[in-house]
């Protein structure tokens, strides 16, 4: 549920900047369109900023093997039940 509502509002945004430059650049001087240009564009940096993952944080699983070696998995590369 949470990636459809990501998608939705990422197409939400990004339809308002393209209608907003539309529309300020029919316009031409009328500023409040530029304006409009500006506040779609920081809403669209907002939506990528909400959507990113948080890094992983931690080390990862560490394991010896037999022959002393040191094998590693990094916490991210671990998959735990379907997404």
Known sequence: MRQ?????VTALVT?????SVNVATDLE???WAWVAVGVCT????GVAW???RPAP???GQ???AADHATIQQAGRDIIQGPR
């Open 4 to 8: 459809l509502l990501f998608a939705l």
């Open 15 to 19: 339809t308002g900047v393209g209608i």
């Open 29 to 31: 001087s009328n500023w």
């Open 42 to 45: 920081l809403a669209a940096a």
């Open 50 to 52: 909400w959507t990113q």
């Open 57 to 59: 944080t931690g080390g």
């Open 62 to 64: 560490t394991a010896i």
